[in-house]
Each structure stands twice: as C-alpha cells, then as structure tokens.
C-alpha cells in the first residue's frame, strides 16, 4: 500500500505520465512507532502497523518470490496476469480459463478448457528477493518462569541480507496472517478440519 501511493506520487510528478512497470522500486520507510512486546500482539493487532524489539535468532537463505505471474492456457493459448499478494501468501491462480468466448465456440466437450489448464511464463513474471527471519523477545522482558516467545518475519527488497542471527532491532511492519502449507503444497488441516486458522507474521516495513 505504502509503495504503490508513493508510485502514484511520483508518477503525478512527471509529464507525460510514466507506466507503472517504467517507474523504479520504491521503498517506504516508517519510524518513531511506539514498540509492542511481541507477546502482547492479538487478534485486535491484525493488519495494522507495529512495532516490535527483539532479537534475531535465524535467518533463511534468499529466495525469489513472485510478485505478478504471467500465465497461459495450454489448451487455447489465452493468456492472463496474476498479482501476487505480500508476505509469505500464496498467488492465488485461478483454476478455470476465463476466455468464455472460445469455450462457447467450442461444441464438443473435448475441446473446452479443461480444469487447471495454466502454465506459469516466467520471462513475463515479476519477481523480488524475499527471506525469512525469526524473531525473540530480549531476555529481559521476558516474565521468570516463562519461556521467551517468537514470530516469523517476512523481509522483501532492500532490508534482504541486512540482519545475521544474533542482532538485536527494532522491526516496524504490518501484523499480517497466512495459511501454513502441508506437504504436498496443500494447506494444514487440523482434525476438525480448522481452515480458518492462520499462522501470525510480521511483513517488514522497516
């Protein structure tokens, strides 16, 4: 949200008004942020902007996260543009080819388009480096007795690679949700079938 109004800004500034894919990367900053302690963080804090300290204790590798796939039907070459959602959710690509004019045209039941007929162009796909970090309490706001808590951060563009475990900072992002994948890529169910349930994150603006 951040980066696309900062976008908008700065294309109202140029004449002739640029595309969106010639305008450069940009990234939003935000500081002076109350903190919360992460055990604090609830339900009530979900999609709003944050502020945690803490200290990091693993880092993945980067990886490469898709933000807009450019997908094609196998079946009638029709083609179409995804837009990837931030943080550690899934593209949600439909399963249906939305070209209804050729599927009317098509009599014979054989040559419609069959379920999950898609295949990802990756020349055509935008992407940026994502990784992800685990962030714990300092020792010393954590209660005697207790056991430190954590939360998985999401950390995309420019702040890749800027924490090693061991570092202790002061994150702002946004308190975000996903659904955790099991193994086949489907998401984890629980044994009365609990999909409602996410698993909480922080999407890393600073």
């Known amino acids: 949200v951040f980066e696309a109004a900062a976008k908008e ?4 500034q140029i004449t002739p008004k640029p595309r969106e894919a010639d305008l ?23 999609a709003r902007l944050v502020s945690v300290r803490g200290i990091v204790v693993s880092a993945s590798r980067v990886n490469t996260r898709a933000t807009q ?12 543009v995804v837009k ?9 690509i439909p399963r249906v080819c939305d070209n209804l004019r050729a599927n009317e045209a098509r009599q014979n039941a054989e040559q419609k388009c069959p379920l999950d007929p898609w295949v990802i162009i990756p020349d055509r796909s935008k992407f940026t480096n994502s990784q992800r970090l685990k962030l714990q309490e ?3 706001m954590v209660p005697t007795g207790e056991v430190p ?7 995309e563009n420019m702040l890749v690679g800027t924490c090693k475990p061991g570092s202790r900072v002061t994150i702002v992002g946004i308190y975000s949700i996903y659904q955790a994948k099991g193994a086949g890529g489907r998401a984890k169910l629980g044994t009365n ?5 996410r698993n909480p994150y922080l999407r890393v603006l600073h």
Do not use: M, W
């Not at 800004?9 to 109202?12: G, K, L, N, P």
């Not at 990837?84 to 949600?92: K, L």
């Not at 079938?193 to 349930?197: D, G, L, S, V």
């Open 9 to 12: 800004v700065v294309a109202s």
């Open 149 to 155: 808590r954590h939360i998985d951060l999401c950390v």
């Open 24 to 46: 450069p990367h940009i990234h939003v900053q935000l500081h002076d942020i109350d903190a919360t302690s992460i055990r604090d963080l609830n339900s009530s804090h979900v």
């Open 69 to 80: 796939l450019a997908i094609v039907c196998r079946n009638c070459k029709n083609q179409a």
């Open 138 to 140: 300092n020792p010393e």
């Open 193 to 197: 079938n609990t999909i409602a349930i």
């Open 84 to 92: 990837c959602g931030n943080g550690f959710g899934a593209p949600s």
